[in-house]
């Protein structure tokens, strides 16, 4: 599991105005939460290294009270990260309301939600040899199964959701300092744009997902076959496809009014998957194209090729 780690801001006061704060602003809360096994150790020591001030597996009743400590230190905490799991019992329904109970006071925790595949999760436990904190006497899978039930209602109200099963650590950094940096408050959207060859399975974290298979295939191309979809003359050729470029136009349209959405929710991070059969041509032109008419489109934009040079 995690270990404890230092940092700075977050958000709640509980007692009287002279006391502590007032909830604009004061203190920044984040929860970290997930299946075991997919990262929450990881996001801890980011969380730390990007200033976050990161407790780990803290009782759901004592959340309320770390914050309104937090928020009487005269700045020197202003970011707290706390991590959670499935340890502590009546973990979903004390967690529930202590969201609840920060929210009505101007605090909304950010909640940051790991996951990854059943067969990923089982090789990482067999490669450590470690038990599921769930499992007791029955198989490794059966701890995995019932621990994402339980977990399945905080999944559904997390701000970010990042699916660890086919990203490096560096890649699971670089996504929650997007999300979490310093400036994440005040910054609008993040937009990830990911390119993915369908026969490899959808990313799983995916909040939209757009099907280039429409289009032409370079790859019955000859000249086109071996390059991909960042070279010049196969973004050329899928660009210049019949109805692609209002396509791009409309589904444009249709992110800012998403991106509207999310911002107005208090949601900053959003998930594009651009696929096509095998993620090399038209899902990477289109997904780099994607990125270039967005970027001016009040969004951080980040590209990642999933699937590009698996073939």
Known sequence: ??????????SDARTSPSATPT???AIEVAIVSGLSGAGRSTAAKVLEDMGWFVVDNLPPELIS?????GSRTSGDVTRIAIVLDVRTRAFTEDLASVIKDLDTRGYRPRVLYLEADDAILIRRFESNRRSHPLQGGGRLADGITRERMLLEPLRQEADVVVDTSKISVHQLRNQIERAFGQDAPDRHASLTVVSFGFKYGLPLDADMVVDMRFLPNPHWIPELREHTGRDQDVSDYVLSQDGISEFLDRYVELLGLVNGGYRREGKRYLTLAVGCTGGK???VAVAEEFARRLADESLAVTVVHRDLGRE
């Open 65 to 69: 009270r770390m914050v309104d400590l």
């Open 1 to 10: 599991m995690t270990e404890e780690q230092h940092g700075q801001p977050s």
């Open 23 to 25: 909830a604009t602003g």
């Open 281 to 283: 041509h038209r899902s």
